[in-house]
């Protein structure tokens, strides 16, 4: 190794020595502007998204090209917030229909904090029970629990929408947050993974001077693995916020219809000749903003568990 | 000091007496609430499931049992046939196109940034709703306004109906979804690369390889257990396409991007054929089981390379 070094290191010193200046770096100018093409094309979408829902509909048309919004105006988010009177709805190309995201925005909070809560708590009692606790049976159970992982999501929909009507909760939240309240395969996996690794020392401590396991899940194992169960948290919020099958089925009315569903109703309802676009691009950015500022906030975390989160 | 040893000692015997049964009753009462979500959200309806497909059922009354009619049907269905090759076809653009986009993109960060906020832009896309991408693309994408004809518009080529037409409503959803989950993908990769160590790179440089090469010969192969899985997860991902269709074309135009998913929702929840449905999800059950099976032994062919 170190022959090998002594007789390459003296040929690159002199290409150095040779040229002045350094010589401008091709490659890294162009995986440079490689990267950032990239972003704007990724950038991009969401800006457009502001700039149209900033605009006048009517105005859309005639500056179709135009990157600033096209005759500035609050109008479409005073549209979908339902603070516009139907005439000033139409007079700027809006439906006219009802719409207030308000009452979707509250509804999509209860559903995803719901969700989160209820999950991450039973999940982490489950993971417990698997990582921590030592009973017959144990290692079975747990891959019983995994192999719900193979069965792709609709196989299940259809039986769990028979159920939920069965029990009388189509149109209810209780309905819409049922199936992934209690567990999901993924976040019991997860949190199992990182239960393993606590030290068993601290427990057994613990344990000596006379806590119950109750007391050792609840003052040791959730404080000791709080980041983990952070992260977990943040992806089960956006996962439960961006689903749109299952509240498409069970929740369809108003009073808990969750933001994805009023997208699809909206803009299945806006005429087909003139779409109400500004009015659509107001709206998703409404859906797509709290998530938005949740990642700002915390996203540095997700970030950097991705690679674990997804591969191990 | 006595104490805590004979504190432990009475501990040891009483492990011993219960070696059997451990914290058999403990652990019951933690697993309570997550086994009555798994049995009855999971076990059953999967059960349930495979019973329905074996049955003609339309939401009232009960359900007919018809046996294998269901599956018989299903080979004669040109619709189911016609759902199948979408899909595939969908999945094929899809996961090619992700895969090279986001395989460039992983090695660009590596190599030139260690920007974290520039790798949280590149998330950005993924964590809004597929309805809001899809709708913020149906817009951009739209023939007489979108901006992107526009652009097609001014370089002086014909405008193109994305949506619109059976040729590019395909491609058209297999790229607004590229869009979406090619940050993702690239830093799942991004990880993968972070774990070949310095020194591999290091050699490779003394021994005069190109950036071009390097990542050819050295950073490529090292990547392939890595890639595998994310292809794994991609893919079973991928069949699962639905949001995007349900809010743009809605299976049109003529069935062209009716998938699988759309197709099961369709017959189950527009014209409640139920039975049927569930029929040609047990089909998409094996497939996906097919498909993971497949990839997990592809993942361990790959297994070694580096240690």
């Known amino acids: 190794m170190s022959v090998l070094t002594r007789t390459q290191r003296p040929e690159l010193s002199q290409d150095r020595a040779a040229s002045p200046r350094p010589p401008i770096n091709w490659g890294r100018v162009v995986a440079w502007t490689s990267l950032v093409v990239l972003l704007i094309v990724t950038l991009f979408p969401f800006y457009w998204m502001l700039r149209t829902s900033l605009s006048n509909n009517r105005s859309l048309a005639s500056e179709a090209g135009s990157l600033l919004p096209a005759d500035f105006t609050l109008g479409a988010f005073q549209r979908v917030l339902g603070m516009a009177s139907t005439e000033e709805a139409l007079a700027e190309g809006g439906s006219g229909a009802n719409v207030n995201f308000w009452l979707y925005l509250r509804?999509?909070?209860?559903?995803?904090?719901?969700?989160?809560?209820?999950?991450?708590?039973?999940?982490?009692?489950?993971?417990?029970?698997?990582?921590?606790?030592?009973?017959?049976?144990?290692?079975?159970?747990?891959?019983?629990?995994?192999?719900?992982?193979?069965?792709?999501?609709?196989?299940?929909?259809?039986?769990?929408?028979?159920l939920i009507r069965?029990?009388?909760?189509?149109?209810?939240?209780a309905g819409i947050v049922l199936p992934t309240l209690f567990m999901t395969p993924f976040a019991v996996f997860f949190l199992r993974q990182f239960f393993l690794g606590l030290s068993r020392e601290i427990e057994e401590a613990a344990m000596i001077d006379g806590a119950g396991h109750l007391r050792i899940f609840f003052r040791l194992t959730i404080p000791m693995a709080s980041a983990p169960i952070a992260t977990l948290a943040i992806l089960t919020y956006i996962n439960a916020w961006n689903d749109y099958m299952w509240p498409l089925l069970v929740g369809q009315e108003e009073n808990v219809r969750v933001l994805t569903v009023a997208l699809g109703v909206f803009r299945s309802q806006t005429p087909q000749g003139s779409p109400d676009w500004a009015g659509l691009m107001a709206a998703t950015l409404i859906a797509a903003l709290p998530i938005m500022i949740l990642f700002a906030v915390l996203g540095r975390r997700v970030i950097n568990s991705i690679g674990f989160s997804g591969i191990k | 000091m006595s104490s805590q040893v004979s504190a432990q000692s009475a501990i040891k015997t009483g492990a011993r007496r219960s070696r059997r049964l451990g914290d058999l009753?403990?652990?019951?009462?933690?697993?309570?609430?997550?086994?009555?979500?798994?049995?009855?959200?999971?076990?059953?309806?999967?059960?349930?499931?495979?019973?329905?497909?074996?049955?003609?059922?339309?939401?009232?009354?009960?359900?007919?049992?018809?046996g294998f009619d269901n599956f018989q049907r299903l080979f004669n269905d040109p619709l189911f046939w016609n759902s199948l090759r979408v899909t595939l076809l969908y999945v094929v653009i899809n996961i090619g196109l992700q895969t090279v986009v986001a395989l460039a993109l992983a090695v660009l960060l590596h190599r030139l940034t260690q920007s974290v906020t520039i790798r949280g832009l590149v998330l950005l896309?993924?964590?809004?709703?597929?309805?809001?991408?899809?709708?913020?693309?149906?817009?951009?994408?739209?023939?007489?306004?979108?901006?992107?004809?526009?652009?097609?518009?001014?370089?002086?080529?014909?405008?193109?109906?994305?949506?619109?037409?059976?040729?590019?409503?395909?491609?058209?959803?297999?790229?607004?979804?590229?869009?979406r989950h090619m940050g993702y993908t690239a830093l799942l990769i991004f990880a993968g690369l972070q774990m070949i160590p310095k020194y591999v790179y290091e050699a490779s440089a003394l021994d005069g390889a190109s950036e071009w090469r390097t990542f050819w010969r050295v950073t490529l192969p090292l990547l392939r257990p890595i890639m595998a899985l994310v292809l794994v997860l991609s893919v079973i991902g991928s069949f699962q396409i639905f949001d995007t269709i349900a809010v743009t074309t809605a299976g049109g135009p003529v069935d062209s991007t009716r998938v699988i998913y759309f197709y099961i929702f369709e017959l189950a929840f527009e014209r409640f054929d139920f039975g049927y449905a569930a029929a040609i999800s047990v089909v998409l059950f094996l497939i996906l089981g097919g498909v993971a099976m497949a990839q997990l032994k592809m993942l361990r062919a790959g297994d070694s390379d580096l240690s």
Request: glycine share 6%; proline share 6%; with cysteine.
């Open chain 1, 107 to 162: 509804n999509s909070i209860i559903v995803a904090t719901v969700v989160t809560v209820g999950q991450l708590f039973f999940c982490a009692m489950a993971a417990y029970a698997f990582a921590r606790l030592r009973w017959p049976g144990r290692n079975k159970v747990f891959f019983l629990f995994l192999t719900a992982l193979m069965v792709p999501p609709i196989f299940t929909t259809l039986p769990n929408f028979i």
């Open chain 1, 166 to 173: 069965d029990l009388g909760l189509l149109n209810t939240f």
């Open chain 2, 25 to 66: 009753w403990v652990a019951l009462a933690f697993l309570l609430p997550s086994a009555v979500g798994f049995v009855v959200f999971y076990l059953w309806p999967t059960i349930r499931g495979f019973y329905l497909s074996l049955t003609d059922y339309s939401l009232l009354g009960d359900a007919q049992f018809l």
């Open chain 2, 125 to 179: 896309p993924y964590l809004v709703a597929n309805v809001v991408v899809a709708l913020v693309w149906f817009w951009m994408l739209d023939y007489q306004l979108g901006i992107v004809n526009q652009l097609i518009d001014w370089i002086g080529l014909g405008r193109i109906p994305f949506f619109g037409s059976e040729t590019w409503a395909i491609p058209t959803i297999a790229m607004i979804n590229v869009w």
